[in-house]
């Protein structure tokens, strides 16, 4: 019993807490970003202010087909909540960094349904970065 509980503990580590994993590659400018992907979150930065981020935010969402359920507005923080087809909950994080050197670098967290899809997160992003 012992052995099982703290297999079950390592691999819940190593999933949730240990595993990250460089990911996007700038198709246009052949150039690697600096997102990657963590217990099912895809995080990215994005050099633009939080208010400009959620207005494409949420015109790309709509043009990807997701059903925009709601939005969290706070002073550093948008959430974006939406459905797609399938029922799955798709979240859109936007959060303005607080450090006064880089007022204008924002980090967007996204994530696709209960474990995350890093391919369909990537879309999203791509979507919206390149429609800034």
Not at 63 to 79: K, N, W
Not at 90 to 117: F, K
Not at 123 to 131: F, G, L, Q, S, T
Request: proline letters at 3%.
């Amino acid at each position: 019993m012992k052995a099982i509980f703290i297999t079950l503990l390592a691999i819940y580590a190593s999933v949730f807490t240990g595993c990250t994993t460089p990911v996007a590659t700038d198709p246009l400018t052949g150039q690697e970003q600096l997102a990657e992907f963590r217990a099912g979150y895809f995080y990215a930065p994005i050099d633009k202010p939080i208010g400009q981020i959620f207005k494409t935010s949420i015109r790309e969402l709509d043009d990807l087909g997701y059903f925009r359920t709601g939005e969290l507005h706070s002073e550093s923080v948008i959430t974006i909540y939406s459905r797609k087809v399938g029922d799955e909950k798709v979240t859109v994080r936007i959060s303005q960094q607080t450090d006064a050197e880089v007022e204008e670098e924002s980090e967007i967290r996204i994530r696709v349904g209960y474990l995350g899809n890093l391919a369909e997160s990537q879309v999203i992003y791509a979507r919206i970065r390149d429609a800034l």
